[in-house]
């Protein structure tokens, strides 16, 4: 059975870093396209970041050169590095799988984790 | 990226037919097909309902259908139910390798 399990978030002060992780079972992460997604309180979805396979990554505009996405293989575990914090990264950050595998992608979500809570507040 | 534009709110009674509309561009739906819906209940993590414009998701009723023409996609749902309450948000890939996703759509079942 596929599950993912976020952990990391918390409260944390504007500038400050912290790091996300997502535990996954029942696939393997190396061979999947991983995606973060989050949702600012009382607001929509905002696609944030993806791993492909083959370990490239895209980001989104209102995050790119402050996240990093990653992973540990020998754990199966996604991580997503925020540095430079903000109040309006304020959001549920869930991690969300592609179902394609290896060189074959698919391009919706199919599983996503029950999501974890960042606030960035002074 | 600007998201892609839902109505904030669509409404029917019970049995009734609904579509959620969903615009983008010639540069996220208009040019793949490849938008999915997902139905989010309050407090709850989004579910995937339609993938790529017209596929329904594993265990979806077939009361759920999606289509697209030119830079609108959109997801009808027939035969309207009180389960079907919830908000619905469409997401499309992108021509720059992203994804973006659209302002969510809150369906009330009067």
């Known amino acids: 059975e596929v599950q993912l399990v976020e952990s990391g978030g918390g409260l944390i002060q504007p500038g400050e870093s912290l790091r996300l992780s997502c535990a996954a079972s029942?696939?393997?992460?190396?061979?999947?396209?991983m995606n973060w997604v989050r949702q600012a309180p009382g607001k929509g979805l905002e696609w944030v970041s993806v791993?492909?396979?083959?370990?490239?990554?895209y980001y989104a505009d209102s995050v790119k050169g402050r996240f990093t996405i990653s992973r540990d293989n020998s754990k199966n575990t996604l991580f997503l590095q925020m540095n430079t914090l903000r109040a309006e990264d304020t959001a549920v950050y869930y991690c969300?799988?592609?179902?394609?595998?290896?060189?074959?992608?698919?391009?919706?979500?199919?599983?996503w984790g029950q999501g974890t809570l960042v606030t960035v507040s002074s | 990226q600007s998201a892609l534009t839902q109505p904030a709110s669509v409404s029917g009674s019970p049995g009734q037919s609904i579509t959620v509309s969903c615009i983008g561009t010639s540069s996220d739906v208009g040019g793949y097909n490849y938008v999915s819906w997902y139905q989010q209940h309050a407090g709850k993590v989004p579910q995937l309902v339609i993938y790529d414009v017209t596929n329904r998701a594993s265990g979806v009723s077939n009361r759920f259908s999606g289509s697209k023409s030119g830079n609108t996609a959109s997801l009808t749902i027939s035969g309207l139910q009180a389960e079907d309450e919830a908000d619905y948000y469409c997401c499309s890939y992108t021509s720059s390798s992203l994804y973006v996703c659209g302002t969510g759509t809150k369906v009330s079942v009067l």
């Open positions: 791993i492909y396979s083959g370990g490239s990554t």
């Open positions: 969300a799988r592609e179902p394609g595998i290896g060189g074959w992608r698919e391009y919706y979500f199919d599983y």
């Open positions: 029942g696939f393997s992460l190396s061979y999947s396209y």
